[in-house]
């Protein structure tokens, strides 16, 4: 084994790990949940992921949803940010809304 693939190795595992230090260490606020605390767990630990992983709320909308989506299947909407207002219908135990750090995260599934 050549010492750059060890190397390698090494950093996916110490990425590994760090990401995770990350989610366990990020503080989410709940500010209104109507949603099974395995989904609420999941999906505070997808957006973590997705704040670590991407530039633009966009794209954290976009891949907290696309997780939703794969794992719970339906139509479910992410909005990410710092400063919206929002109302609206959802199916019933499949809401949530919390904050990781400054920036908000409204989840929830219609039909």
Same mark, same amino acid.
């Given at each position: 084994e050549s010492?750059?693939l060890q190397v390698c190795?090494?950093l996916l @595992? $110490?990425? =590994?790990?760090? +990401?995770q230090q990350?989610?366990?260490a990020?503080k989410a606020?709940?500010k209104?949940v109507?949603?099974p605390?395995?989904?609420l =767990?999941?999906?505070?630990? =997808?957006?973590?992921?997705? @704040?670590?992983? &991407?530039n633009t709320e966009?794209? /954290?909308? +976009?891949a907290?949803?696309?997780?939703? /989506?794969?794992?719970y299947n %339906?139509?479910? *909407?992410?909005?990410v940010?710092?400063? &919206?207002g929002?109302?609206?219908? !959802?199916? =019933?135990s *499949?809401f949530? !809304?919390? !904050?990781v750090?400054?920036?908000? /995260? @409204? $989840?929830?599934?219609? %039909?």
């Amino acid at each position: 084994e050549s010492v750059a693939l060890q190397v390698c190795r090494c950093l996916l @595992l $110490l990425r =590994e790990r760090t +990401q995770q230090q990350r989610i366990m260490a990020a503080k989410a606020v709940v500010k209104n949940v109507d949603m099974p605390p395995d989904m609420l =767990e999941f999906a505070i630990k =997808e957006a973590t992921i997705a @704040l670590d992983s &991407f530039n633009t709320e966009k794209e /954290v909308a +976009q891949a907290v949803r696309n997780a939703f /989506v794969k794992s719970y299947n %339906g139509v479910w *909407h992410c909005m990410v940010g710092t400063n &919206f207002g929002a109302f609206s219908t !959802y199916e =019933e135990s *499949h809401f949530v !809304y919390f !904050y990781v750090g400054q920036t908000a /995260v @409204l $989840l929830f599934k219609t %039909g």
